[in-house]
């Protein structure tokens, strides 16, 4: 009896052992290296992108206040500026976008690859 | 280094802090992606992704609990979306273990080789084929030895419910091992 007893608390013994024992297989030694380079990228592309959100900001807000300037006050006969938009909205939509597009490939998209591809990556 | 200041260089945008903390934390991480999804192949990607929403949210930490079990828990949430995506997995536990897979491993001469080991492996295998929430509690209390109340904090579960997985799996575990190795008590009895 004393000798089941025994038995059954070695069982426990080795089970509970088995249980906090590792399992066979570990993460690749170069993990935490890649976590590293992962997360210099994502602020990498944060931070080229917080910087191109604050210049289009900046260039949209002048924008707005020259249009106001303007647009008001206008005159009683309809404000020519006006006019001018509406008759060319497809056109100017067009060009701002062409604009746009091609301020944040040469603002985000380039300096990010280029910055991925030419400087080591350690102090990317 | 102390949570707070780590938390405080990470958010400085300090990549050596954040090195520190992966280091620190990716074997918790790593045991619980292991255990939950079973998947050797998947588990490396996953552990990534939990890393980089642990940069995401850092400001979320408000230090309500300690920063490992944070982590645990954006590991548990993880674990648990990508089960419900892959689909292939019952999130809720039952009774019946099914079969249990195990490979090329020969139990025809276990009680020659019955050794601490052997059991490992047996248990092992054991812990794969039971439901993915007795998984992760028995990896989080025997594994990272965290307790009652953290484990609680990481999955959600009440505490009771957490100490009767613990025990109804330990049972499932033992009985299993019992099943496959039913020469392990004479040899056992032999040692004495």
């Known amino acids: ?124 | 280094m102390e949570d707070a200041e780590l938390i405080a260089q990470i958010k400085d945008g300090n990549t050596n802090a954040f090195r520190f903390l992966v280091d620190k934390h990716k074997n918790l991480v790593w045991h619980m992606v292991l255990r939950m999804i079973n998947r050797r192949e998947d588990a490396e990607d996953l552990c990534q992704d939990i890393f980089i929403r642990v940069f995401k949210d850092i400001g979320k930490f408000r230090g309500d609990s300690k920063l490992s079990t944070w982590i645990g828990t954006i590991a548990y949430n993880t674990c648990i979306d990508h089960l419900r995506k892959k689909g292939r997995e019952k999130l809720y536990p039952t009774d019946n273990l099914g079969s249990v897979s195990y490979g090329k491993m020969s139990l025809e001469t276990a009680s020659d080789k019955v050794d601490r080991l052997y059991i490992k492996k047996i248990v092992h295998k054991v812990i794969e084929a039971l439901p993915v929430h007795y998984r992760t509690v028995i990896t989080l209390y025997h594994l990272e030895e965290m307790s009652y109340k953290e484990i609680e904090q990481i999955t959600g579960m009440p505490e009771g419910t957490v100490k009767s997985y613990l025990n109804r799996s330990r049972e499932m575990v033992r009985e299993r091992v019992m099943q496959l190795v039913p020469d392990i008590q004479p040899v056992l009895f032999d040692s004495d």
Not at chain 1, 76 to 99: A, D, R, Y
């Open chain 1, 1 to 124: 009896m004393n000798s089941e007893r025994k038995n059954q608390h070695e069982i426990e013994a080795m089970i509970t052992e088995a249980l906090r024992a590792e399992p066979d297989f570990s993460l690749s030694s170069s993990f935490t290296d890649k976590m590293v380079i992962k997360i210099q990228r994502h602020m990498a592309w944060k931070e080229l992108f917080t910087e191109f959100a604050l210049k289009i900001g900046l260039i949209a807000g002048t924008l707005i206040v020259l249009a106001i300037c303007l647009i008001f006050p206008a005159p009683k006969e309809g404000n020519p500026v006006i006019q001018i938009l509406g008759n060319n909205l497809p056109v100017i939509s067009i060009v701002c976008f062409l604009i746009l597009f091609t301020y944040f490939v040469d603002q985000v998209l380039l300096k990010y690859f280029f910055r991925k591809k030419f400087l080591p990556e350690k102090s990317f």
